[in-house]
């Protein structure tokens, strides 16, 4: 069963868009910019440059009119498109995608009328869209690739089949003698050989260039992990801890939801260390870390290992009184485990102490949150150890 989800999962990482998320609103604006001095002194005028040598040489120059005429249209279209995309208030967002898969679209239609006009639908058109998916893919996002791949594929199939079907002919302004040389083959056969073509180049890159991009997420989420890990325990180390404190407090000021935190420190660790040496300290710290983080169902709580034998707890949107009970789970929990104590302290199992604070003040600052959860837990071990206390 093992072999078989580990299959599956590496198969999914050909086609989800693991790790990609939202595009920024920044990288929109990168879009258009590249598309206005990019894009268009390239792609489209290099179009047009070829459209007008093409209606000199036509022996039927109102269809090289016609061709023209939508370029024209498609080209002011694209122009329009992009200024407001990167003009657009960043609240537009919705409509910002809009313009972005409008862009994709024009970009590979100017293509395709190019290349209709050439006879020519195979490689160079197979060449500009894996292009095109790459560009969306590595700068982008997942779903700007995969649309241009999709309008991509029916773009040349469509136009294939409606060569097959007579409506088109390629290169309708050319004369027979200068068509590209690939057309001496079987008419009939060609245009199934560009479906072919396109579908597989297009299938091909996307395909590898997704998975390429997902390693390489998963290698920096890796990477990310290992310097926000407490190597011995497991748990998020101090760092971390103090970057998503201050990132939870702001968020419940905004809110108005209350934050709640738990201050976590293991009774007489020192006496165990001295009493049982430190190899059985550091395991004695991977059972509790594990407990601790068992009890957390919420994916939004966070535990970490404050330092040594102390941990931290963050409730978001948790009340005093709700982070009580939490904390008299864990509590109850670290008991349960029946970890043998020190005889010098009197106790027959290991236990924790724990000191607990609330915000919801607009006031309140991380370092005040953590002063006032701290002052809770010298309560509670100056009142005996082994129990809870609160702090307004």
Same mark, same amino acid.
Request: charged residues 20%; proline residues 2%; glycine residues 6%.
């Given at each position: 069963m093992r072999w078989k989800e580990m299959t599956v999962q590496n198969l999914q990482? %050909?086609?989800?868009?693991?790790?990609? /998320?939202?595009?920024?609103?920044?990288?929109?604006?990168?879009?258009?910019?590249v598309r206005l001095f990019l894009i268009i002194p390239t792609l489209f005028l290099f179009t047009l440059h070829s459209l007008l040598t093409m209606k000199t040489q036509a022996h039927a120059p109102e269809v090289m009119?016609?061709?023209?005429?939508?370029?024209?249209? #498609?080209a002011l279209l694209y122009?329009?498109? &992009?200024?407001?995309? $990167?003009?657009?208030?960043? &609240?537009?967002?919705?409509?910002? %995608?809009s313009l972005i898969y409008l862009g994709i679209i024009l970009e590979l239609g100017t293509n395709q009328l190019?290349?209709?006009?050439?006879?020519?639908?195979?490689?160079?058109?197979?060449?500009?869209?894996?292009?095109?998916?790459?560009? $969306?893919?590595?700068? %982008?996002?997942?779903?700007?690739?995969? /649309?241009?791949?999709?309008?991509?594929v029916l773009f040349f199939s469509i136009s294939a089949l409606l060569e097959v079907a007579g409506i088109i002919t390629l290169a309708p302004g050319l004369p027979e003698a200068i068509q590209h040389p690939i057309y001496t083959g079987d008419p009939s056969f060609f245009p199934l050989r560009i479906i072919q073509a396109v579908i597989l180049g297009i299938f091909t890159a996307f395909i590898i260039i997704n998975f390429g991009m997902n390693q390489a997420h998963?290698?920096?989420?890796?990477?990310?992990?290992?310097? #926000?890990?407490?190597?011995?325990?497991?748990?998020? &180390?101090?760092? $971390?801890?103090?970057?998503?404190?201050?990132?939870?407090?702001?968020?419940?000021?905004?809110?108005? &939801?209350?934050?709640?935190?738990?201050?976590?420190?293991?009774?007489?660790?020192?006496?165990?260390?001295?009493? %049982?040496?430190?190899?059985?300290?550091?395991d004695c710290l991977k059972e509790i870390a594990s407990s601790l983080k068992s009890c957390l169902q919420r994916p939004g709580d966070i535990i970490a290992r404050y330092g040594g034998e102390e941990f931290a707890v963050i409730l978001p949107e948790t009340s005093l009184e709700?982070?009580?009970?939490?904390?008299?789970k864990l509590r109850q929990k670290i008991v349960a485990l029946q970890i043998p104590a020190p005889p010098s302290t009197g106790d027959a199992w290991v236990t924790i102490s724990l000191?607990?604070?609330s915000s919801n003040s607009e006031e309140d600052a991380p370092e005040l949150l953590l002063d006032r959860a701290d002052l809770a837990l010298y309560q509670a071990k100056e009142k005996g150890r082994n129990r809870i206390e609160l702090t307004a």
């Open positions: 990482e %050909f086609f989800i868009p693991l790790g990609s /998320f939202p595009v920024e609103f920044r990288k929109l604006r990168v879009v258009a910019l009119d016609r061709i023209i005429l939508t370029w024209g249209f #498609m122009l329009l498109s &992009n200024l407001a995309l $990167y003009l657009l208030p960043e &609240n537009k967002k919705k409509l910002s %995608f190019l290349l209709y006009s050439l006879g020519s639908l195979t490689s160079h058109a197979t060449l500009f869209i894996i292009l095109t998916v790459v560009v $969306y893919r590595v700068f %982008f996002d997942f779903f700007s690739s995969l /649309f241009a791949a999709i309008s991509g998963k290698l920096e989420n890796t990477l990310h992990n290992l310097s #926000m890990k407490d190597g011995l325990t497991g748990l998020f &180390n101090r760092r $971390y801890f103090d970057q998503q404190l201050l990132q939870e407090l702001k968020r419940a000021q905004r809110s108005s &939801n209350p934050l709640t935190l738990i201050l976590i420190d293991i009774d007489f660790f020192k006496n165990f260390n001295d009493q %049982f040496g430190h190899l059985r300290g550091d709700k982070g009580a009970l939490v904390a008299e000191g607990l604070a």
